[in-house]
């Protein structure tokens, strides 16, 4: 079945990269000349979905209002013959898909996040494209997923190897391998302690999702150390059921929800920018001798 929906969760208060997200959603800093946001929703783009759920909350009317027509804007670049280019790009934004909203109104985690979406997804499956992860790749990493959702005809999950010490902070799984870069899941563990850890593999920032996960969401306790929902407790549910993939992805992910993410991304962004490109790679060789 084609996977034709997505949801990015962008709710997060983003504490770790205050005071940068004090006003400014995270969602909404810049990597060059776009917002993390956009290159999420182009990727889900490129990847054949047709449908976007944004969950917001408090103070982030602003992310609405970049998917939105600005038609004195756009009035003012459509009267300037050298500003065409500009133009097009500003009014495409409004195009790229179906985008809708909703408030995330509690930070409660991802689960509870997720839960949201519930009467927009309906009986269908659906991606979801963390609002901290950035990850750049000629081959969509949502799309990688679809894929795999396609060819076995259950969720999946992309993962990395990362060290252990972001295992931690992140999750680990139990795999087996399967066929190439895809492997079977059968356990997930959110936020180990270090005897907990069972692979160096985590999820990071894409999933697909079959309709079936909101009932095991709903049916999953709240952390008492936290007091999240986890949406990885559910997806485990799944894994252990035989019924999740995990795909080592091909692909670059940055951590949008840290300042070091945030620097490693534009730096990268701006090596490849067709405007910039060139001049920037000369900037960095320069100052590269004075380091």
Not at 210 to 218: D, G, H, L, S
Request: glycine fraction near 6%; include cysteine.
């Amino acid at each position: 079945m084609k996977i034709k929906k997505a949801v990015i969760p962008a709710g997060g208060l983003g504490t770790r990269v205050l005071p940068a997200s004090k006003s400014v959603p995270k969602e909404m800093l810049n990597v060059v000349d776009k917002p993390v946001i956009q290159y999420l929703v182009e990727e889900a783009v490129a990847s054949g979905i047709e449908d976007i759920l944004i969950i917001t909350n408090r103070g982030k009317v602003v992310i609405e209002d970049h998917f939105d027509h600005s038609y004195e804007l756009e009035d003012k670049l459509r009267d300037n013959p050298s500003k065409k280019d500009i133009y097009d790009s500003i009014k495409d934004i409004a195009d790229l898909a179906n985008i809708s909203f909703i408030r995330q109104k509690e930070t409660k985690g991802l689960g509870h996040a997720i839960l949201r979406a519930k009467t927009f997804v309906g009986d269908d499956p659906f991606a979801v494209l963390y609002g901290d992860d950035l990850i750049f790749s000629d081959d969509p990493v949502t799309g990688q997923l679809c894929r795999a959702y396609e060819k076995y005809g259950c969720g999946s999950v992309a993962v990395k190897e990362v060290a252990p010490e972001w295992v931690m902070k992140y999750c680990t799984l139990d795999v087996t391998p399967l066929d190439g870069n895809v492997m079977r899941c059968h356990k997930i563990i959110e936020k180990p302690t270090a005897d907990q850890i069972i692979t160096n593999y985590a999820i990071l920032g894409r999933v697909v999702l079959p309709p079936t996960v909101f009932e095991m969401i709903e049916n999953t306790p709240y952390d008492e150390r936290t007091g999240e929902l986890y949406l990885s407790d559910a997806m485990s549910k799944l894994a252990e059921m035989g019924e999740l993939t995990a795909v080592d992805f091909v692909g670059k992910r940055y951590d949008m929800g840290a300042k070091f993410g945030i620097m490693e991304a534009n730096v990268e962004a701006a090596l490849n920018h067709p405007e910039i490109g060139a001049q920037f790679r000369e900037y960095i060789k320069e100052l590269a001798k004075t380091l």
